[in-house]
């Protein structure tokens, strides 16, 4: 596009970048063009967009000056080494993103994303350059390029820039995905021995997992940088989304940690408690309990009847009538037969004191006297005769209530 020269700002006495983009054509149709994709570019203020100070023309040759990147881009990075770590390689890829979100809020595509246009300043941070100055290059009527051509580098051409279709934001995203399967592999997912072989690639070929190529990466992050390869554009993450995710550690592949369990506050009232209908509860009397819930604009039901405990009875099912009849037999069983040996306990065992009180008048009492054989050896009455004696006693105090 153009050769990048350093100079001086002798008014402001600072250290541009001047580009000067290739073409000899600066009629004032193209000059009225590239005025306002320079105004454009200028409205940009972003930590890691190159800042556009001024534009204009010199020798029927168009020019921007920019900020001074006082460092590398990633190609000389890539060249230096061929592979870059990880860490910083999702770095990158978050502070690229986040300058592209915000040209992307503002309308602006870049449409070449690549390693040249990606700087790195002296403490490592990423600044995008050229910020528009691909689509004043691309379109026709400036006459900086032949009609059928596609600015922009093969290797990081998204499948609808292949086909001809204008680039939005999806295309940048894409690129930047290239970009980055570059720094993690060494080499861009599509390489053919011509352009045209790899813009098929990029349009009909699946792109390899970086892990399959050996680069040291969780799967998450394989996986969210085969997302950014998709071939549909709808199917790519935006630029902002890209910046919070690479922002996180969620492309290191950690799980993140469950939250601890909190035991519940202890509630003032009593859980929602539903009784079958019928079923009398303890402090209820045999009225069927419903806690109803929160009012939802419905009408509240009616409170369910009082139920008697022989209309609790009467529902009882057959089957379960059938089952207690053998346990209600056995109960009336055992009443019986408990009442039957009580009452025969007490006739037997009962004291034999009436058949003594009753005597008959006519009959004259007898005195019994002990024989001298009825006695033991000392003198102790013999155990037969304890009953007559005793009776005896019994008749003589009848004798003398008589008297």
Known sequence: ?????????????????????????????????????????????????????????????????????????????????????????????????????????????????????????????????????????????????????????????????????????????YSLGCVVYQLLVGQPPFRSDTATATLYQHVDTPPVPVRQRGADVSPAFDSYLMGLLAKKPEDRPSAQQVSDWFRTDAWRGRTEPLPRHAPAAPSSTPPAVRTPSGAAGPATGGMSTYRLPQATGRRRAAPAPRTSRSATTRRMSTSEAIRRRPRVASAIAGAVAFVAAVYLGTVLFAPDSGAADVQDPDSTPTAVHESPESTGPAGDADPAGDAPRQGGQQNGDSDDEDD
């Open 1 to 173: 596009m153009g050769e990048v020269w350093r100079a001086t700002d002798e008014v402001l006495g600072r250290a541009v970048a001047v580009k000067l983009l290739l073409g000899d054509q600066a009629d004032a149709s193209s000059t009225a063009r590239f005025r306002l994709e320079a105004q454009t570019a200028a409205r940009l203020s972003h930590p890691h967009l190159v800042a556009v100070f001024d534009f204009g023309s010199w020798e029927d040759r168009f020019f921007l000056v920019m900020e001074l990147v006082e460092g590398r881009s990633l190609g000389d990075l890539l060249e230096a080494q061929e592979k870059i770590h990880p860490e910083q390689v999702a770095l990158i890829a978050g502070q690229a993103a986040a300058g592209l979100a915000a040209a992307h809020r503002q309308g602006i595509v870049h449409r070449d994303i690549k390693p040249g246009n990606l700087m790195l300043d002296a403490d490592g941070s990423v600044k995008i350059g050229d910020f528009g100055i691909a689509q004043f290059v691309d379109d026709p009527s400036t006459a900086l390029t032949t009609a059928g051509h596609i600015v922009g580098t093969s290797l990081y051409l998204a499948p609808e820039r292949a086909l001809g279709r204008t680039a939005d934001s999806a295309s940048d995203m």
